[in-house]
C-alpha cells in the first residue's frame, strides 16, 4: 500500500512538472492582429493577462520605446544587435485563450519583412527572447506575488493597531463616564440622605399637627 502511495505521489509530481514546463513553453504559431494574420512565436503563461502586460512592455522596453494598446505592444525602431544591425519592428500580444493561461505572440520585421521561417539564426534568437522573458517573468510573478502578501499583511497589522486605538478611545470614554456616574450616584446618596431626614422632619411636623385636631 505504502509502495502504491509513494508511486502515486511521483507520478503526480512528474505531471506537476510537466505541465508547469508545457505552461512556459515556446512554440511557433500564427496570430491574427488587426485583421492581419502574422507568423510568429508564442508563449504560454500561468501569469494573469493583466500582470503579463506589464510585465512584457517593461520587458521590450530595453529593446526601443514600447507602445501597449489593448494588449498589442509594439516597439517600431528596435535595437536587437543579435538579431540585426538595422532597427527592427516589433509586433506582439498578450492575451488569455483559456482560463488561467495567458499568452505572449511575439513577431519581428527584420530588413522590411516579418521572419517567415520557424528554423535559421533569427528564429533562434527570436526563441531567446521569449524564453528569456519568461525566466524574468517568473522571477518578476514571484516578487509581485510576495509584494502582494505584505501588503495584504500590512494592511492587516494596521487595520489590527486602528481597531486596538479605537478601543483605547472607547475605554477611555467609558472609563469617564464611569466616573460622572459614579459621581452622580455618590450626590445622589447624598441627596437621598438629606431627603430622608427632610421626609422624617415633615413626618414628626404631620404628626404633631394631627395631635392638635380636637377629640
Same mark, same amino acid.
Given at each position: ?9 511521483? *507520478? ?6 510537466? !505541465? ?25 503563461? *500561468?501569469? *494573469? ?14 529593446? !526601443? ?5 489593448? !494588449? ?22 498578450? *492575451?488569455?485563450?483559456?482560463? $488561467? ?8 520585421? @527584420? ?8 528554423? $535559421? ?21 514571484? @516578487? ?19 481597531? !486596538? ?51
Amino acid at each position: 500500500m505504502m509502495k502504491r502511495n509513494i508511486t502515486l505521489f511521483l *507520478s503526480l509530481m512528474v505531471l506537476m512538472a510537466f !505541465g508547469q514546463l508545457k505552461a512556459q513553453s515556446v512554440y511557433p504559431g500564427k496570430k491574427n492582429i488587426n485583421k492581419t494574420e502574422y507568423l510568429g512565436l508564442l508563449l504560454n503563461q *500561468s501569469i *494573469s493577462e493583466k500582470q503579463l502586460t506589464e510585465y512584457w512592455t517593461e520587458y521590450l522596453s530595453k529593446f !526601443g520605446k514600447a507602445k501597449e494598446k489593448r !494588449g498589442v505592444v509594439t516597439v517600431e525602431k528596435a535595437s536587437i544587435p543579435q538579431i540585426s544591425a538595422n532597427p527592427v519592428t516589433i509586433l506582439s500580444e498578450v *492575451s488569455s485563450p483559456t482560463k $488561467g493561461q495567458s499568452q505572449v505572440f511575439l513577431a519581428l520585421k @527584420v530588413d522590411g519583412q516579418y521572419i517567415q521561417q520557424y528554423s $535559421g539564426a533569427n528564429y533562434t534568437s527570436t526563441e531567446s527572447i521569449l524564453k528569456d522573458f519568461a525566466d524574468k517573468a517568473a522571477v518578476m510573478n514571484e @516578487v509581485q506575488v510576495a509584494d502582494d502578501a505584505f501588503s495584504e499583511t500590512e494592511k492587516k497589522h494596521k487595520k489590527l493597531i486602528k481597531d !486596538g486605538e479605537d478601543l483605547t478611545k472607547d475605554i477611555e470614554k467609558a472609563e469617564k463616564k464611569l466616573a460622572e456616574l459614579r459621581e452622580e450616584l455618590n450626590k445622589n446618596r447624598s441627596e437621598i440622605e438629606m431627603s430622608l431626614t427632610d421626609l422624617q422632619n415633615k413626618q414628626k411636623a404631620l404628626e404633631l399637627q394631627k395631635s392638635r385636631l380636637p377629640k
